[in-house]
């Protein structure tokens, strides 16, 4: 949904893709009239939050490629030129709705996010490649200190595509909704009562690293708790942290077959799964090999890339996909037909993606972004309408 700008953004910009490409097979062209090129958003607080609140709206304008900014009436702003180091970005905030309170913005057709920051206005730059984000697995970052969240859009001629996501982190806690012609509104991202807390003592009491996941700011106020792909880069999680998982995997699918059915509206395409000589070969129904991948590390499966990359076809991408779902899901040893879309059988194992399992335990709805591929099955919090007459951010509280 945004353009892969850095390096940090390779995880949701993976999930992101994915959505793209569904939103191109989706997109009818008898839509094109039904989307103006701005709609509302309302921004509502029930953060219970004093601080002063700053939205951003950042991303990719569809109609002609140019990354930039919008302000509160929809208005879009070309990023001007970047330097190296880094030259400051022109200030895109917009002033938020005091606590218990709300505010309508509008959002253009972008591929982008929604930014929200509490307390201070976010710091972003520009390099002669484009925009620089927060990457809060930074220590030196200048947003690391800031309590704040993003959301992730896709605003087409097709509808609205917006989700809550915990690719990257998960933070002060917000949900999304879309009000459709019929004047319904569906909402997901909602915790559950005593979610937030919840997620973050469940991290605390897993052991092997996952405590140190938690950031938490001079004050004693906790910022985020870090998706495990930035807790290998800091070193809060052992690099060997799904080997036992994997090892057993490889283990059992050299003497038994994997069956890999990507497409659920496409029940006959299935691929063949055997490990052979220390990597897993897929054949096709003819037996022929049509992909192959080494044994995953934990980064691999934690970011959905690497060994366990998805390329935008229709081969290697949704197998990738289905088994990286597995992997963190942990369901490849428990069925052999994947993906398992049940979530009866999720995160069961003691090696598992134990952030995804906390974060999905603890959502009002079960459903999450908490790895790029938490869609597989539909388990993502995501809402969509073609033809949306208002989108809706709501603040939450933390506790």
């Known amino acids: 949904m945004h353009h892969k700008l850095t390096r940090r953004l390779t995880a949701p910009t993976a999930a992101a893709a994915l959505i793209a490409a569904v939103i191109a097979i989706q997109a009818p062209s008898s839509a094109k009239a039904a989307v103006p090129d701005t709609i509302p958003l309302q921004v509502t607080n029930n953060s219970g939050r004093g601080d002063a609140v700053y939205v951003y709206t950042i991303g ?3 109609s002609t490629g140019q990354q930039g900014w ?3 009436n929809g208005t879009f702003h070309a990023w001007p030129a970047g330097g190296n180091p880094p030259t400051p970005a022109p200030d895109a905030s917009i002033a938020g709705p005091a606590a218990g309170r709300s505010k309508t913005i509008r959002i253009p057709k972008f591929s982008g996010r929604i930014y929200f920051s509490y307390g201070q206005k976010l710091v972003f730059k520009l390099t002669t490649g484009g925009l620089v984000q927060p990457a809060v697995q930074n220590p030196s970052d200048p947003n690391h200190d800031i309590l704040f969240n993003w959301s992730e859009y896709t605003l087409n001629d097709s509808g609205l595509w917006l989700n809550s996501t915990q690719v ?58 870090l998706a495990p792909g930035h807790g290998l880069e800091s070193g809060a999680l052992p690099a060997s942290v799904m080997d036992d998982y994997v090892n057993r995997v490889w283990q059992k699918y050299a003497s038994s077959t994997l069956t890999v059915t990507p497409f659920g509206d496409h029940p006959d395409t299935k691929y063949y799964g055997k490990v052979a000589g220390g990597v897993m070969n897929f054949t096709d129904g003819s037996g ?20 366990l990359d998805a390329p935008n076809d229709r081969v290697r991408g949704p197998i990738s996909r289905t088994l990286c779902a597995g992997f963190n899901r942990s369901t490849l040893l428990v069925d052999p037909n994947q993906p398992d879309t049940s979530s009866a059988n999720f995160y069961q194992d003691t090696v598992t993606n134990q952030y995804a399992r906390a974060i999905h335990a603890q959502m009002a709805d079960g459903k999450a972004y908490a790895f790029a591929f938490d869609d597989v099955g539909n388990h993502e919090s995501l809402v969509h309408d073609g033809s949306p007459q208002q989108a809706d951010l709501t603040l939450d509280p933390s506790n």
């Open 70 to 72: 919008a302000d509160a």
């Open 288 to 307: 022929n090999v049509v992909t192959t991948f080494q044994k995953p590390d934990a980064d691999s499966v934690f970011g959905c890339h690497k060994l």
């Open 168 to 225: 990257d982190m998960f933070s002060a806690p917000y949900a999304v909704g879309v009000k459709g012609a019929d004047g319904n509104t569906a909402t997901t991202g909602h915790l559950k009562s005593g979610g937030y807390n919840g997620v973050l003592n469940d991290l605390r009491g897993k052991p092997g690293g996952w405590a140190g996941l938690i950031q938490t700011r001079s004050d004693g106020t906790v910022l985020r708790a």
């Open 60 to 62: 990719t304008l569809l």
